[in-house]
């Protein structure tokens, strides 16, 4: 997985099943977002 910053955007990089990779463009609330549901999910 990888994230860079361009510009104004995040753009986050994961790789998938059959070596390709999903790409996706954040701001960054969508990024906060992100996070929150992650940490919701992977504590406890």
Do not use: F, Q
């Amino acid at each position: 997985m990888e994230v860079t910053k361009e510009g104004r955007s995040l753009i986050m990089r994961v790789p998938i099943d059959g070596g390709g990779r999903l790409v996706l463009e954040l701001n960054n609330e969508e990024a906060n977002s992100l996070k929150e549901c992650l940490v919701g999910v992977t504590e406890g």
